[in-house]
């Protein structure tokens, strides 16, 4: 049977279009059938490239016995958290507030008015391990409710409170500070392996904004021992097993501290900030490595995920189906040695396994093994190397290639923006520019369209249904600007503009404090607010860092107020979870740093131009263009002329300017160099 699934744009909700079960989206409609029937809302979220949902949808949600039970005592309605993360947002915190941990697939019970009473994540269709069976699940809420509706209103009630009574820990007046800055990196180099890179235990994620801090943290007060950890933990990723040492581009996260095994998802918004990491490590450093990796994975995105209307798709599926047809993690990417001599012959496997670290034992399931480089220094035949890898990537493309969720996640293509516009300007890759640029033309078309409102998610070029989230706003903000410094096409700072005006005007409480949904979006039982950064920048750190880009831009004291007000959650939380708000401790080291204006009154892609884009200083805007005679399209540009007829440069901070330059190396010293 087909459900209500099927007109939906979500790549996760239509997987379920043809279940058994009678799905729900969520709206309104289905709240009022609850409130009809007098049963209790199922929710269910998840999301596309989610291992775990999977199976349980399997398990559970494809059992014609198990969806007739549900259909009969309860309103079922499935999310994508992708497409709806404060509906996600609010109900996790539920979740972990009452059991102490979360995850996805995410298993809520709620009465007809929305509020929850019953939590889990993943349950299986038979007890194990502890777990009842999802059947004594239901039977369990289906009795609670028929017997004990008293007590589970109740219950309800009160978690809605509690909820409620949450008031987050503003951190009080002014901004973050030295102190608090150097606080936070001696926190981070606490929790930092010296041994593997990277921080904390297993599971390890890649820490891209918190590498972020590192970077402009050293570039800003010279400190060796921020840059050594960003370098050696991008060195211990890239060389490790969640990064695809074929394709390029990196998994999820690692199961291992040692970044060997990894969980092998790959989604977009990953993959755009490191890619960015990595540029930003090459411009500190110069190191080949880094560059290779911020281009491998810059053609990963536009290879596997780029759709045919110019955007990214969300991600790639950890799962496949591998060559005896079981659908399992993993299967596109692990080799046995007897793979490898199959498509290798013997002498070139055997050298490929141990350049590659692939063992008879292996080190995933069944013998087989993650590609990595096992070996440490520079490659000792390069070109073997290279025909080695070539042929083994050719050879990965015979096989199923893992499902993609082709929705675009407004703020996820915004990082990408960024990261493309960047990576092609630093090394000379005018291609990654233009694919930027026609990912933003799809945000604004799209994803903008004639309501002057972001909305969240398209696909196949129709708009979805959802509004956008702060983290939308001030995403695709920070891939405008960027976008903007590097083209010297003044209108993409004119749409981050107006972006960021309803940031002003929609998404701004008290004292600084912002909202993850705009005031007039619909209401949930609280209104969600999370500052800390997690797989990507919190959407309050995010748009705190445009808002203070867009200041520099413009003058505009508005913006940069509201950036300073944004920022003092990052005095509160900085010092004490550094590895949480690490776009935010990135963003206060720019605020430190100025952050620098930089105008380039000559050619677009003229040296000048290039080596202010190549400046370290931390969050540093650049606008360039020449204007003999005509309109800058940048505030910056206004009544800035040529000296003696040559490409200048104008550099100011601090409401103080440095004297016009137009010698490339004054310029560059002067920015860090």
């Not at 990963?300 to 496949?320: I, N, Y």
């Not at 396994?353 to 069944?366: D, I, K, P």
């Amino acid at each position: 049977m087909a459900n209500r699934l099927t007109q939906t744009t979500s790549p996760y909700l239509l997987q379920h279009a043809d279940n058994p079960v009678d799905w729900w989206p969520w709206s309104p409609e289905a709240f009022e059938e609850a409130r009809r029937r007098n049963v209790p809302v199922l929710l269910s979220v998840g999301y596309s490239a989610c291992h775990w949902c999977h199976v349980m949808a399997h398990e559970s949600f494809e059992d014609a016995a198990l969806a007739a039970y549900l259909n009969e005592h309860f309103v079922p309605v499935k999310v994508d958290r992708e497409e709806r993360p404060d509906v996600d947002a609010v109900y996790m915190e539920a979740v972990q507030a009452a059991t102490g941990q979360g995850g996805w697939p995410m298993t809520v019970f709620l009465t007809a008015d929305a509020e929850p009473f019953y939590f889990g994540t993943y349950f299986p269709p038979e007890p194990r391990h502890g777990m009842p069976s999802f059947r004594q699940v239901l039977e369990g809420v289906t009795a609670a409710w028929t017997g004990r509706r008293g007590e589970v209103t109740e219950v309800a009630g009160r978690i809605v409170t509690d909820l409620a009574g949450r008031s987050l820990a503003h951190g009080g007046d002014g901004v973050p500070g030295e102190p608090e800055l150097a606080q936070a990196l001696l926190a981070l180099s606490r929790e930092y392996d010296e041994k593997h890179g990277g921080f904390g235990g297993a599971p390890k994620f890649p820490p891209s904004m918190a590498v972020e801090f590192l970077l402009r943290h050293h570039a800003r007060t010279g400190a060796e021992g921020a840059l050594e950890m960003a370098a050696d933990t991008c060195a211990a990723m890239a060389r490790g097993g969640i990064y695809d040492q074929l394709g390029g581009g990196f998994a999820r996260y690692s199961v291992d501290r040692e970044w060997v095994v990894p969980h092998f998802e790959k989604m977009l918004y990953d993959n755009a900030l490191l890619c960015r990491v990595y540029a930003h490590l090459w411009r500190a450093t110069g190191s080949d490595l880094a560059r290779r990796v911020a281009l491998e994975t810059a053609d990963f995105m536009v290879r596997e995920l780029r759709t045919t209307e110019g955007g990214f798709a969300s991600a790639l599926d950890a799962d496949s189906e591998d060559a005896r047809g079981r659908h399992v993690e993993g299967a596109y990417y692990v080799w046995t040695p007897e793979q490898l001599r199959e498509v290798l012959g013997e002498d070139d496997a055997a050298f490929a396994a141990a350049y590659f670290g692939v063992s008879e034992e292996g080190t995933f399931e069944e013998g087989s093994s993650v590609l990595r480089l096992a070996r440490t220094g520079p490659d000792e035949d390069p070109a073997r190397v290279a025909d080695v890898r070539a042929r083994l990537l050719a050879a990965r493309g015979d096989r199923v290639r893992p499902e993609r969720d082709d929705k675009i996640v407004a703020a996820w293509n915004g990082l990408a923006v960024a990261a493309l516009a960047e990576t092609g300007a630093y090394f000379d890759r005018p291609d990654l520019i233009e694919r930027a640029t026609e990912a933003a033309d799809l945000l604004v078309r799209v994803h903008m369209g004639d309501t002057a409102r972001l909305c969240r998610t398209s696909k196949d070029g129709r708009a979805g249904d959802n509004a956008g989230v702060l983290e939308d706003y001030g995403d695709v903000a920070e891939g405008f600007l960027a976008l903007a410094s590097v083209t010297g096409e003044g209108a993409w700072l004119d749409f981050a503009g107006f972006l960021l005006d309803i940031v002003l005007e929609r998404f701004t409480g008290e004292n600084g404090q912002l909202y993850d949904t705009a005031d007039d979006a619909e209401q949930l039982i609280r209104r969600p607010q999370d500052p800390t950064d997690s797989a990507t920048p919190a959407g309050w750190t995010a748009a705190a860092g445009a808002l203070l880009s867009y200041a520099a831009h413009t003058g505009s004291e508005a913006h940069r107020t509201a950036a300073e007000g944004a920022l003092g959650v990052v005095k509160a939380l900085g010092p004490k979870a550094p590895r949480f708000i690490g776009w935010g401790l990135a963003v206060a080291e720019a605020l430190l740093d100025g952050p620098r204006e930089v105008a380039v009154a000559g050619p677009v892609g003229g040296e000048l131009h290039r080596t202010a884009l190549l400046g370290r200083a931390p969050g540093a805007v650049v606008a360039a263009g020449e204007v003999p005679g005509g309109a800058a399209e940048f505030p910056l540009l206004v009544d800035r002329p040529l000296v003696d007829g040559a490409p200048t440069a104008y550099v100011c901070r601090h409401f103080v300017c440095e004297a016009p330059t137009t010698d490339a190396e004054e310029l560059e010293r002067g920015l860090g160099g």
